[in-house]
Nanobody
Framework: QVRLVESGGGLVQPGGSLRLSCATS????????MSWYRQHPGNEREFVAS????????NYSNSAKGRFTISADNTENTVYLQMDNLKVEDTAVYYC??????????WGQGTQVTVSS
């Protein structure tokens, strides 16, 4: 079955960096759009970044542009989110998503990112 497992979250000071990973299995990685979302406490899940696994069609939220980078390793079926210059407002649970066309997206369990001094 489809499985997405996020890792790499943690506590970091403002201005610091983290790299999130999303290890996937159970679907043809090369045919899906991979995305990162985040959810602040009490808020709805919001889009952060996405890409097609052929490396094209990268897209970022305004808050992520210039600070976050999404990438994929097709040999490892893994998607990454490099987050630099982190801000307190980046604190959230980060989720990985896989979606084929307009189909129902699959989600991971999330990883907590806390930015605090």
């Amino acid at each position: 079955q489809v499985r997405l497992v996020e890792s790499g979250g943690g506590l970091v000071q403002p201005g610091g960096s983290l790299r999130l990973s999303c290890a996937t299995s159970g679907f043809p990685f090369g045919n899906y759009q991979m995305s990162w979302y985040r959810q602040h406490p009490g808020n709805e899940r919001e889009f952060v970044a996405s890409m097609t696994t052929d490396g094209g069609l990268l897209n970022y939220s305004n808050s992520a542009k210039g600070r976050f980078t999404i990438s994929a390793d097709n040999t490892e079926n893994t998607v990454y989110l490099q987050m630099d210059n982190l801000k307190v407002e980046d604190t959230a649970v980060y989720y990985c998503s896989a979606r084929r066309g307009l189909g129902t997206p699959h989600w991971g369990q999330g990883t907590q990112v806390t930015v605090s001094s």
